[in-house]
């Protein structure tokens, strides 16, 4: 209830208010003043019609201004066409008739004359330019062969120039091929020989028997300088004919040769290495060539133990070999090999009794 008396209480207040503030009279004038805009809308409203009108006006005045103006231009070319109809026919009738027949003939013949003349021309022209466009493209070729060869003098000046280097270098690798094939010849020779004179002094000091007098390396020679090979063969000599060792001899000569031969290699091209291995050197020799044997043995020993690089290493199962040795006091002592019980390997070193 009392809420409801406030709220009497405020909208009396604004009531008392708005006669105080004298409201009720701007409410007038404003009513007053709605009227007068109303009415001056309707003016408004009514020019606007007005010159709607008026611009409708001008359309239609517009419209049918542009046709007049299409009639006017239409008449204007018509009259303008029949003036130039007009002159043409005068000029026509002013023609002769039968100098324009006699013209129209010669024109006609003409006419197929330099048709014919013109289709050759035409035809010639397709052929200049078919072969101005292969000439083109020739052009182009060479124009291109020119930029390849633009420095081809001097590009043949520097080829000639490696040609003749060329020749003067293979010349001179022939000579010196030629002087070094000679030199290894010369060499190749006097080393066999060498080797043949040491083979023919060994065999003479260990071979006891008399049917052969020494024994020598032949080498044949096969192919060309570029391509030469050498086949060897071992001959012996007996009064100075030679035949081939090869299924001539026996088991004992072949190992006493095949030992020499070492023997004689090694002295003429192992000087350097001093190193030289026999291994079982008595197989298939008697008793007189195992001692031999051992002689020469002893005399290479005796010759080259002066040198520091020398070294003799010999390994055989001959106990009597290795005694006939040690009986010339060339070495002190040698290496054992055994098996202990256990068959392991043992090396002794033993002195010669």
């Not at 239409?74 to 006699?102: C, F, H, M, P, W």
């Not at 091929?177 to 020779?189: G, P, R, T, V, W």
């Not at 192919?223 to 009064?239: E, L």
């Amino acid at each position: 209830m009392n809420a409801r008396i406030d709220k009497l209480t405020a909208v009396h207040k604004e009531v008392e208010r708005y006669a105080r503030d004298k409201r009720d009279r701007s409410l007038d004038d404003c009513v007053v003043k709605i009227q007068q805009c109303k009415e001056e809308q309707g003016e408004a409203n009514t020019k606007i019609q007005d010159c709607r009108d008026a611009i409708k006006a001008i359309e239609k005045e517009i419209n049918e201004a542009g046709a007049s103006q299409t009639n006017l231009r239409e008449n204007l070319r018509v009259r303008k066409l029949q003036k130039e109809i007009v002159d043409i026919q005068s000029q026509i009738d002013s023609y002769d008739v039968e100098e324009a027949a006699k013209a129209k003939r010669n024109f006609q013949e003409q006419w197929d004359k330099k048709k014919d003349k013109l289709d050759r021309l035409n035809k010639a022209v397709h052929t200049l330019e078919g072969e101005m466009g292969s000439l083109e493209s020739q052009r182009k070729v060479l124009e291109e062969d020119i930029k390849e060869f633009k420095d081809v003098n001097k590009m043949y000046t520097e080829q000639l120039v490696k040609v003749k280097i060329s020749d003067m270098a293979n010349n001179d690798l022939e000579k010196y091929a030629k002087a070094l094939d000679n030199a290894i010849m010369k060499y190749h020779s006097l080393k066999m020989e060498e080797v043949n004179d040491t083979m023919k002094h060994l065999w003479n000091k260990t071979y006891q028997g008399t049917d052969i007098d020494g024994i020598k390396i032949r080498s044949d020679v096969e192919g060309g300088a570029s391509k030469r090979s050498y086949n060897y063969r071992v001959v012996m000599t007996k009064d100075q004919v030679e035949m081939d060792m090869r299924g001539r001899c026996s088991a004992g000569q072949k190992m006493l040769a095949s030992i020499i031969i070492r023997l004689a290699l090694s002295d003429s091209f192992g000087q350097n290495c001093g190193i030289l291995a026999l291994d079982e050197p008595t197989n298939a020799l008697d008793t007189e060539n195992i001692d031999a044997l051992a002689e020469s043995l002893v005399d290479i020993i005796n010759e080259r133990k002066s040198h520091s690089n020398f070294q003799l290493i010999i390994i055989t199962h001959d106990e009597t070999f290795l005694k006939k040795l040690g009986q010339n006091d060339v070495m002190e002592y040698y290496w054992r090999v055994t098996r202990d019980a256990r068959q392991k390997s043992v090396i002794e070193r033993q002195r010669f009794r």
